[in-house]
């Protein structure tokens, strides 16, 4: 069974910046692509970033550039540095694992950018 727990969420203000973590357990996770999505009532779920088992890194078009994915195999942790946040970015983010067919979620956590 695997675990998602994610943190780090919060209110900033235009132009600050935030890093959100996930900490998985239940899974090798090394062997694992993971997800960060994000989704504000009304919107559609979004696709930020990903990062392959590998270290393949892909990002959403609207965060390229203020977005860093990251991970760290030996703390089974992912994370999602995010500068020069926008209003735009608020949501609520989602970490996911990628295991064969299988997308396990996060409770996710809220991200508001407001002044």
């Known amino acids: 069974q695997v675990q998602l727990v994610e943190s780090g969420g919060g209110l900033v203000q235009p132009g600050g910046s935030l890093r959100l973590s996930c900490a998985a357990s239940g899974s090798i996770f090394s062997r694992y692509g993971m997800d960060w999505y994000r989704q504000d009532p009304g919107k559609q779920r979004e696709l930020v970033a990903g990062i392959t088992s590998y270290g393949n890194i892909n990002y959403a078009d609207s965060v390229k550039g203020r977005f860093t994915i990251s991970r760290d195999n030996t703390k089974n942790a992912v994370y999602l540095q995010m500068n020069s946040l926008k209003p735009e970015d608020t949501a609520v983010y989602y970490c996911?694992?990628?295991?064969?067919?299988?997308?396990?979620w996060g409770q996710g956590t809220q991200v508001t950018v407001s002044s």
């Open positions: 996911t694992l990628s295991q064969g067919l299988s997308r396990y």
